[in-house]
């Protein structure tokens, strides 16, 4: 596949992007790893549950990043910079806002919450210990999505990159000082990713002041604006919160299958969350690329991108594939699993290996139409393939973990099929700011 001037444009925003993108599971990772070596099985379950509970919340959220990527590139692209500056502006202020009143709903609810999952008693204690503590740092967690849908919506994507790698070097050494060093437990494992997120945090709102300050924008909040963005994430909210009922369906499936089924399943999620990261740098290049494009009426070069990226996707998705497959023998003695959750995770590793080449395209389309701001079409997407995916969920109830990947597997073909029905359609080229 030869280098062409699109490769290059895709490889400018997603090379860096992919950087940044994978930063964000390996926090979690590098928790699993430290937790799986000095706490054991039942804190990486525990681990598995509470983190679950802590991504569905900001993955909620995501339209923070999401919806100010495309907003903000469909606005650079028509030339208009300063309302460009000002939308970024209101994604931070509104960040804030509903982090502060997620601490306040999450923190007394977290017991509830954890005992949903159906977890064994002395998981679920540990899993609320985590989850009460990590709370504190979603503010920081939604601040860092927005500033990162500023920068990729200016066609940035080099400065998260920084970020994200300084975030998760610190966040990898305060979690093994507090866990393996000070032995605070689980505890303080989330201290760490506190701390972590919270400094990554600063250093957005940090760069963005200074963006707004040369374009003129005041730093306070705009009513109109905080509303204007509130209302245009409610379609992205929606697609994501069906995202975010497949997973957790699948982890209290996994529940009820024993805590070795359970710990295998979590750490199987993260990795297919690694791989997922990865695959979405395109996706991020595709939000930048596609909202840019049409903002300035280039349907053709929209056009031509697309196809590019679905391209990259499919090889990108057959390389990490293969990877997961030559990786496999030595995963699980990364995270110390025992023998039954050992014999457990080699088996789901296969279906999570062999369903990737799909998960490339449904991410780069799935970028492509959020660039393109198509998020009502995403949302009814989202809700027609979770009723797909639920089903096949329960009937794997009885079966094993291998059979609850399969039907994760049946949800990204379903995903699929409705991604590739829109983008060879027209509805979604719309141009201008």
Excluded at 42 to 50: D, H, N, Q, S
Excluded at 201 to 224: E, I, N, Q, T
Excluded at 241 to 264: D, K, P, Y
Excluded at 406 to 414: E, F, P, V, Y
Aim: aromatic share 8%; proline share 4%; net charge positive.
């Amino acid at each position: 596949m030869p280098i062409t001037s699109e490769d290059r444009e895709i490889l400018r925003l997603a090379v860096p992007a992919f950087g940044a993108l994978v930063a964000e599971p390996l926090f979690l990772l590098a928790d699993y790893a430290i937790v799986g070596h000095g706490l054991g099985t039942t804190a990486v379950g525990a681990l598995g549950v509470a983190g679950t509970v802590l991504t569905t919340v900001v993955n909620l959220c995501v339209f923070l990043a999401y919806g100010t990527t495309a907003a903000v590139a469909r606005l650079t692209g028509a030339g208009e910079h300063t309302r460009a500056m000002r939308n970024g502006v209101d994604g931070l202020w509104l960040a804030i806002g509903i982090g502060l009143a997620v601490i306040a709903v999450g923190w007394p609810l977290a017991p509830w919450v954890v005992d949903l999952f159906g977890a064994a008693p002395e998981q679920a204690a540990q899993a609320v210990v985590y989850l009460r503590i990590s709370l504190l740092g979603v503010p920081g967690m939604l601040v860092v999505l927005a500033g990162t849908g500023v920068l990729r919506g200016l066609q940035d994507t080099l400065t998260p990159l920084v970020v994200a790698i300084g975030s998760f070097a610190l966040n990898a050494a305060l979690n093994a000082w507090f866990v393996l060093g000070l032995h605070w437990g689980i505890a303080g494992s989330a201290w760490g990713t506190v701390a972590a997120q919270t400094a990554g945090a600063l250093v957005y709102l940090v760069v963005v002041a200074k963006g707004a300050h040369r374009r003129g924008v005041s730093l306070l909040p705009d009513p109109a604006g905080l509303k204007q963005a509130g209302t245009a994430g409610f379609a992205l909210l929606v697609r994501t919160a069906c995202l975010r009922v497949v997973l957790v369906v699948a982890t209290v499936v996994a529940t009820r299958m024993g805590q070795a089924e359970l710990a295998a399943f979590a750490i199987a999620t993260q990795v297919w969350s690694l791989l997922a990261f990865a695959l979405d740098a395109i996706a991020i290049a595709g939000q930048a690329i596609t909202g840019r494009a049409l903002g300035a009426g280039d349907v053709a070069a929209t056009r031509a991108a697309t196809r590019r990226m679905v391209q990259w996707g499919v090889w990108s998705g057959v390389a990490l594939g293969a990877l997961v497959l030559l990786a496999r023998p030595y995963i699980p003695g990364l995270f110390a699993a025992d023998p039954q959750v050992t014999a457990e995770l080699l088996a789901v590793l296969w279906p999570v290996a062999l369903f990737q080449p799909i998960c490339g395209v449904v991410f780069v389309l799935d970028g492509v139409l959020i660039g393109a701001g198509d998020q009502k079409y995403l949302a009814w997407a989202g809700v027609w393939t979770t009723l797909a995916y639920l089903p096949a969920a329960l009937l794997a109830t009885g079966w094993n973990v291998v059979a609850l990947w399969c039907a994760l597997g049946l949800w990204m073909i379903a995903r699929l099929i409705t991604l590739v029905r829109r983008a060879l359609g027209t509805a979604w080229l719309v141009t201008g700011a």
